[in-house]
């Protein structure tokens, strides 16, 4: 409790003392050691993510001018960057001191983290490839389908699945020489083995999903702000334990697995589907996956007479049944028997996969569901973004507001303070709070640029690597659960920012790599 206590105060005045730094100007370059963040953005229209988010929080402060809540906003977000610049200096100082040649690959665990992360990288990339083969079709390429069959194809503008006031669109696809793992064996090093490529083809069902507001904050923050729904869990260690899910995601993920549902169902019980998505559509990814996995129900239907998904597939299998065999006689028809129906919320149990890119958080984190991983990059703000962090960025601004002339000028030490004090207070481990609290599906990776060789590192982080130092970092210095405020806060959500981070990932182990995880 005392070494807590002491390492709180000393992060609080080296935050403060340098927050104050640059709040009066001084060049880095005059001190001896820069404390420097990360990737400057270069983006013409930085400014305008300011803009956007003070457009969301205008319905809640309606005395305050547009041109108030943006100056706002960017001094409360100068003392956010303090903790970029604390990282990127901690990041550049070990680099210039440790040899990539110091690598202890003996360290307990090393060795499979870092396969693990290079295996990971690898299956971001291709999850780049085909959302934008989904966002910009004009793009695709021959290689990109290449021994791929096109299942499904809804676009925008034709698609019956919906996000809200939004649209989904879909790509379903079919490897048939698919021979890797499935479930959490899938984009493993494991199912990259020379046994596993051996073995006959499993086959892998891959569903693409995009939607129509990537391109908006203010959509997407109104989506995300809304309260989280909570839902019984299909299985848990626990007897009858609550899950919660974001509401509009959760809907529009039972929506596409009952469109896809033909697809799913065509194909042999040791079909790997793997889910796919960028932004909210992650969320819906992550969402159907760990429902088709069996651990979250389906979202309750109205009762519609003969439109439920039994009637359907029992409809299906009489109609084929029927034309098959013409020429049965009733009494044969009376006789049969229809074939028993797996349910669709756990239809590929131990099959289910999914990755994203900038998904927000969807889902609580009692629910593991290791079968899943996200990628987030840099400075986010969608995967930062739920109730309860748009909640704490609304009570900033309000005090922001209230603040007179003196407050404003010194609110980055108060604000800055808090942030600090909040980001190191213990996180509740009880089965009540997880259940209560949306967190990144399943695996989570922090890609974040380094301005030392123009370079990208990557960090496990999320609800299944909880404590230790990694969490020091994501609740303090990375503040990955606070809305970030940046510049670079929208520009890093796009799918050409993944691409660069994941392009230029420093793997342990590889040319010019250096071990990070000893930083603090």
């Not at 610049?85 to 040899?99: F, K």
């Not at 996995?293 to 007479?305: A, E, S, V």
């Not at 239809?347 to 984190?365: D, F, H, Y």
């Not at 703000?381 to 900033?396: E, G, I, M, Y």
Request: aromatic share 4%; glycine share 8%.
């Amino acid at each position: 409790m005392l070494q807590r206590r002491l390492l709180t105060l000393f992060l609080v005045i080296l935050v403060t003392a340098h927050t104050k730094f640059l709040s009066n100007g001084h060049p880095l370059d005059r001190i001896p050691f820069a404390i420097r963040a990360g990737a400057v953005s270069t983006s013409e229209n930085a400014d305008s993510c300011y803009e956007a988010l003070a457009e969301f929080v205008m319905e809640k402060f309606p005395d305050a001018s547009m041109e108030k809540l943006v100056d706002t906003l960017e001094r409360m977000g100068a003392a956010q960057k303090t903790f970029k610049g604390l990282d990127g200096a901690a990041h550049e100082a070990y680099q210039r001191t440790h040899s990539s040649e110091s690598i202890d690959t003996s360290v307990s665990g090393r060795a499979q983290r870092s396969a693990a992360r290079v295996a990971a990288t690898a299956e971001g990339l291709l999850a780049c490839e085909l959302v934008e083969m989904v966002e910009f079709p004009e793009f695709v390429s021959d290689d990109t389908l290449q021994e791929r069959k096109v299942l499904l194809n809804y676009t925008i503008s034709n698609s019956p699945l919906s996000l809200g006031k939004s649209k989904l669109s879909v790509v379903v696809l079919y490897e048939p020489e698919y021979r890797g793992g499935a479930g959490l064996d899938h984009g493993t090093i494991v199912s990259l083995t020379e046994d596993m490529r051996r073995g006959r083809p499993r086959g892998r069902i891959l569903v693409i999903i995009a939607d129509s507001l990537s391109d908006d904050l203010v959509g997407v923050m109104s989506i995300l702000s809304q309260k989280p729904k909570r839902v019984k869990l299909s299985s848990g260690l626990v007897a009858d334990e609550i899950a919660s899910v974001q509401p509009t995601l959760y809907k529009a993920a039972g929506d596409l697995l009952e469109e896809i549902e033909p697809q799913l169902r065509k194909y042999s019980n040791t079909t790997a589907v793997h889910f796919i998505g960028r932004s909210l559509a992650g969320g819906v990814a992550s969402l159907a996956a760990t429902m088709l996995d069996g651990t979250l129900p389906l979202p309750k239907r109205k009762k519609q007479k003969g439109k439920g998904t039994k009637a359907k597939v029992e409809s299906a299998v009489v109609k084929e049944s029927e034309e098959e065999s013409d020429s049965a006689t009733d009494e044969k028809m009376e006789n049969s028997t229809t074939p028993e129906i797996i349910p669709l919320s756990g239809l590929a149990r131990a099959r289910s996969s999914a990755i994203t890119l900038g998904a927000p958080p969807c889902l609580s984190s009692n629910v593991l569901a290791a079968y899943c991983t996200s990628f987030l990059y840099g400075d986010d703000v969608v995967v930062r973004t739920t109730s309860d962090s748009v909640n704490r960025l609304c009570d900033r601004v309000k005090r922001n507001l209230k603040s007179g002339f003196v407050g404003r000028n010194i609110g980055w030490m108060s604000d800055t303070l808090t942030l600090t004090v909040s980001s190191l207070q213990p996180m509740p481990m009880e089965v009540k709070v997880e259940e209560a609290n949306l967190s990144i599906a399943g695996r989570a990776y922090l890609v974040r640029p380094r301005r030392l060789g123009g370079l990208c590192s990557i960090h496990e982080v999320g609800n299944l690597n909880k404590g230790g130092r990694e969490a020091l970092r994501a609740n303090l210095l990375w503040q990955l659960h606070d809305v970030l405020l940046s510049k670079s806060m929208w520009k890093h959500h796009s799918l050409e920012s993944y691409i660069h981070g994941l392009d230029r990932v420093q793997l342990r182990g590889t040319t010019d790599e250096v071990k990070e995880e000893d930083m603090y």
